[in-house]
């Protein structure tokens, strides 16, 4: 396949984009559905610019992130430790293998109306939210990463003498890290998705889910989809500048995977 | 036969240790029963629900909906997938535009969605249907670029036609990452579905019944209905996704089980 170089994919996606303003210009301008409900680049623009200028958007965005980020890192916390035992020890991983498997099925948002009643309206349930929906893919893929580090490196670690300690810092966990990456990325997206829907149902007054909910009330579909195009934005500048840089400076310079291209 | 009870005992300890937990909790706790039933009221809850048939009818309006809105997701990704694998004007106009899109929740559209298709089962569909496209496209589109171009020239050496080529060398060739991506699909739009139900007011329906539960408070409800919706999901990778793939790619010998 042809590698296309960097300026060539950001002027096709600007071409495309722009396509697709048009197209999406023409079917508000058609009249399918009324005007409030289908508005105009223009008019999406101008909510986007008003709120970006008078601060709304930023205070919206800080307190998505704020509760994205605090869940996510409560689950890197719990996540990459359990994963870790449930790798080297058999018998944590008898434990805590079948509760695993049985939760993690469940669908994050299923759990909002319960812990609506257990931890109230606002921060805490959206946080809460968040970390169980980010936890299992850390857990899964940790516990993964470990189990697959190469037998021979553990071996010959151990061959020359390396004690616990060392083994740990020096094979294990270098070995098991394109895994944990790849874990949280997974959780990264998942807490994405929880924390809209969180606070889309766990209405609190502040955060990008809620604003895009409360809009509707009323009609205010320019806001809407204003607050869409930063979810957007946010979600791929976390995946493109976190995690990618993440990788390239781990595990691709050790030589362990690819870097991803783009 | 000792053996089988003793990884029989084994596989239940967590549970049962989980479950004296939760009662210690429920019991001594700083919640009420109300918020924090107890074991036995949660399984007595959840027998009665089952016996009188009101979770099986929410379930089965639940996977209803799950299963219309996967075979839109997987007719408009598959083909949109193979499209852009096979054209490249279709590529350069699509690819930004779904790499663009993907990373947004399909639940963020919730609300657009209710007002334009107002609420109930429509909207409820259409958004997890798109939701669940976004993979299934990406996987086709890589599948459709992965096929070996030695496959296709030999295949075209040999003088198969359009259709040919297609049929019996594209679409094979592509199957593994079809499948991983109907698979991520499915998984998303099961996710999304449950909340898309609280938010569009269906009638029937799992994530309706835990909504409309916390009105009365009825955490035990709340509770089994989670169960049920954990029953499905691990019944939906395990008897559909597994047997599918055991039937096609690995039997083909295309990947390892």
Partial sequence: MKVKSRGRVILGAVISVGLACLIWEGFAQSGVFPRALAPSIVVIGSALG?????????????????????????????????????????????????????????????????????????????????????SFPVIFNTWTGVRSVNRLWIRSAEAMGANEKVLFQKVVLPGALPFVITGFRQAFARAWIAVVGGEMIAATSWGLGWVIFDSKEFLNTDIMLASLAIIGVVGLGFERLIFQTLERRTVARWGMVKAVAG | MRRALISLAELAAPFVVVGAAWQAFS??????????????????????????????????????????????????????????GRHRWAEDFFLPLISIGNPIPGLAYAPLFVLWFGLGNLPAVLLVGFAAAFPIVLNTWTGVKAVKEIWIRAAEAMGAGDRQLFWSVVLPGALPYVLTGLRIGLGRAWRVLVAVEMLTSVSLGLGWLIFGAREFLNTDVMLAGIAVIGIVGLALEKLVFQRLEQLTVVRWGMMQA
Avoid at chain 1, 76 to 82: D, Q
Avoid at chain 1, 110 to 122: N, T
Avoid at chain 2, 34 to 60: Q, S
Wanted: hydrophobic share 60%.
């Fill in chain 1, 50 to 134: 008003r709120m970006l200028v008078d601060g709304a958007m930023l205070r919206h965005t800080s307190y998505t992130l704020y509760r994205v980020v605090s869940g996510f890192v409560l689950a890197g916390l719990l996540g990459v430790p359990l994963g870790i035992l449930m790798g080297r020890f058999r018998r944590v991983e008898r434990f805590f293998l079948p509760l695993v498997s049985v939760l993690m099925p469940i669908p994050s948002l299923a759990w909002v109306p319960v812990f609506i009643l257990w931890f109230g309206l606002g921060n805490a349930a959206t946080i809460a939210l968040v970390f169980y929906a980010a």
């Fill in chain 2, 27 to 84: 019991l001594l706790g700083p919640f009420p029963a109300k918020l924090f039933p107890r074991v036995e009221t949660i399984i007595e809850t959840f027998a009665r629900l089952i016996a009188d048939g009101i979770l099986p009818i929410h379930a089965l309006h639940t996977v209803l909906r799950l299963i219309s809105a996967f075979v839109l997701a997987a007719a408009v990704g598959v083909g949109l997938g193979i499209i852009m």
